[in-house]
């Protein structure tokens, strides 16, 4: 079993059927990135899966919230007089040599980069044109992880480095 994944398995007559989930971990912290002493404890929440019944909890020390879904299947999670709808990324992250690939990151590992781009131009490898918000979100968000990723120049350019040690850190936290 996966850190990412599981398996739920069932014997029947006629064989043996399988339904693959994946594991869907949310954190409520207090600041971006992922020190786990940066979340936050006892916050009640419900999660809804497909418009089944509620379950509740509360969050641990961390902050995280878990939840299982299977392809297709959405959950809706109410935490902090908020909802969220929560289902799988259909054909996994883009290139992080795309606009939208470090996005996708930034926002998997609670940077804020704003509504990912339609429009996949080359990685923001140069200082970003400040076109609309989610521009500007995502370059707030890329200087804030250059900040807590030493040796990383802050400069809200996504080079080769920047590029690896958001690769990296994604990996590390079971996300790719």
């Known amino acids: 079993m996966a850190v990412d994944g599981t398996s739920v398995s069932r014997a029947t007559g006629a064989g043996h059927n399988t339904i693959n989930r994946r594991r869907i971990q949310i ?3 207090r600041f971006a990135g992922t020190n786990a002493a940066s979340g936050i404890a006892g916050l009640n929440f ?5 418009g089944g019944p509620a379950v509740g909890g509360v969050t641990p020390a961390n902050g995280k919230v878990e939840i299982l879904l299977a392809a297709g299947d959405t959950a809706q999670l109410s935490i902090l007089g ?11 992250l883009h290139p992080v040599a795309e606009l939208r690939g470090v996005q996708q990151r930034l926002n998997m590992l609670g940077y804020n980069a704003g509504a990912l781009e339609g429009t ?14 989610s521009t500007v979100e995502t370059e707030l968000a890329m200087s804030n992880f250059q900040a807590d990723n030493e040796p990383l120049f802050i400069d809200a ?3 080769s480095k920047t590029q690896t040690s958001l690769r990296n850190k994604v ?4 996300g790719e």
Request: aromatic share 8%; proline share 5%.
């Open 157 to 159: 350019i996504c080079g």
């Open 27 to 29: 954190f409520f912290q």
């Open 82 to 92: 908020s909802q969220y709808d929560v289902s799988l990324l259909v054909g996994g």
């Open 46 to 50: 419900t999660v809804t899966i497909n």
């Open 171 to 174: 990996r590390n936290n079971g």
């Open 120 to 133: 996949n131009l080359t990685a923001v490898t140069a200082p970003p044109t400040i076109e609309n918000q």
